[in-house]
């Protein structure tokens, strides 16, 4: 079970028959490395486990690994393109040595004793092994060529006959709960010769999908920026900002922030605990918080996207006279949406019940987006990116899926719908709007035409 160091406070929704449950966090946790509970892996069926043509990485899933990994071949690459084997293996050793205790505390404790059975030694070339594998892998899946890593254009791994399902498999296995190595291993490990040759031949523009982005910002990026301090008479520091532990915490912090609070433009904090989530128009009747895209433009409410990308936490209302806008992220629909965020709702899982960030940005989502008329009119805006037009009018569908039953709200959100659900300008407010606009100009009309009238020709 992973540690916290958090108070979980749940709001209470007593007598609620058709709400959605709400959670507030007091404190931030500390992220861990955990394995997918069992109840979860029965829940997901076995489409949903690892497959047993899927690579395992680190201590959790190893006992039942393929005979054929890659691992070894991989380890094998590496020596073989070394000047010194030996000086090699005594390099690597050192440098996951000087990590050692910091890599193994960033796992949390196994019940089953996968990392306890492991001896020092066992748990040092495990994360080399494995380390290497996993970084030919994200290299190849980056573009690097086959031949630069060492291996045959018909390689059962490597080979050109891999095609995109393969691809997908192995990314689903990199973000897999509990299937993950230490980032600080990982860096280290692209610190080595083997790897700083290699990266050249990695692109230098940011990819546009979410796990190759992932895979390119927390592995590549520092590689650089470590092969440049190098060379530099005076590094560049690297910023204080707590680094992610593990490649899903750098999914989670990419989609959801460090932060991960509603920003609120209208609503100060101090404001927040005058909104009573227990009133009648609150959690008993959340039933009447769920609006669509179309729906809320009848209101009067426009849409508008917030330039980065996939940032769950960056939702506002803004309720300006006539104009109100809600800022929403950009939505990518792709064909890696599904296992990004299958993958982050089981990240939420295994950190405990205080996370619900992205689940609650889900069900948000799903409420929003009911027709195709919904995804139309949030693609004009912006919102909705995507180029497969099939997925593009299947999104309804499959964010209906991905939510499920799982219909949770953080209290930030709720206040976001109970304020959606109040804002209304009716009829006679509209009129007296207008009239005043009227009035204005009609005034201003008058006293141009006045002062026109009164001043004297030349």
């Known amino acids: 079970m992973s540690i916290f160091q958090h108070k979980y406070k749940p709001i209470n929704t007593s007598g609620q028959d058709e709400g959605n449950p709400i959670v507030t966090v007091n404190r931030k946790p500390v992220r861990r490395i955990c394995k997918c509970q069992s109840s979860v892996l029965a829940e997901l069926g076995e489409k949903g486990k690892l497959q047993d043509t899927q690579p395992r990485f680190g201590p959790f899933y190893r006992r039942d690994e393929p005979a054929v990994n890659g691992k070894k071949e991989a380890w094998d690459k590496v020596l073989e393109k070394s000047e010194d084997r030996n000086k090699t293996k005594e390099d690597y050793l050192f440098s996951i040595r000087r990590i050692e205790k910091r890599a193994r505390a960033i796992y949390a404790d196994a019940d089953s004793g996968d990392l306890d059975d492991l001896t020092e030694s066992e748990f040092r070339w495990m994360m080399i092994k494995d380390g290497c594998f996993f970084l030919q892998l994200a290299l190849f899946i980056l573009g690097v060529p086959s031949g630069k890593l060492g291996y045959s254009s018909n390689h059962i791994i490597f080979g050109k006959k891999r095609n995109k399902e393969d691809v997908k498999k192995w990314i689903q296995a990199m973000f897999f709960v509990g299937n993950q190595l230490p980032l600080l291993v990982l860096n280290e490990l692209m610190k080595q010769r083997f790897f700083q040759t290699i990266l050249p031949e990695v692109d230098k523009e940011t990819p546009a999908d979410v796990p190759r982005r992932i895979l390119y910002e927390s592995m590549v990026l520092p590689a650089r920026e470590y092969m440049e301090n190098q060379t530099m008479t005076s590094p560049t520091p690297r910023s204080g900002q707590q680094q992610p532990s593990d490649l899903l915490h750098a999914l989670h912090t990419s989609m959801c922030g460090s932060g991960g609070s509603l920003r609120n433009a209208n609503l100060l904090a101090n404001e927040t605990e005058n909104v009573d989530l227990e009133a009648g128009r609150g959690v008993n009747q959340a039933k009447n918080l769920t609006f669509s895209a179309t729906e809320l433009k009848k209101k009067g409410i426009y849409f508008q996207k917030e330039e980065k990308v996939g940032c769950t936490h960056k939702i506002s209302f803004n309720d300006y006279f006539l104009f109100s806008r809600l800022y929403l992220p950009v939505f990518t629909v792709d064909d890696d949406t599904e296992l990004v965020f299958k993958s982050l709702k089981l990240y939420e899982v295994s950190q405990g019940k205080h996370e619900r960030e992205v689940r609650s940005y889900l069900h948000l989502m799903s409420d929003l987006i009911c027709t195709y008329e919904d995804v139309k009119l949030l693609a004009e805006n912006g919102i909705i990116k995507a180029d497969n037009l099939y ?43 207008v009239a005043f606009l009227i009035f204005v100009f009609t005034a201003v009309q008058a006293f141009l035409a006045l002062l026109g009238y009164i001043r004297p020709r030349r």
């Not at 999104?395 to 953080?410: A, E, H, S």
């Open 391 to 433: 997925l593009k009018e299947k999104l309804p569908t499959i964010l209906d899926n991905m939510v499920g039953q799982d219909k949770i709200n953080t209290s930030d959100h709720h206040t976001l719908r109970i304020r959606l659900r109040d804002y209304n300008i009716a009829p006679w407010e509209k009129f007296k709007i």
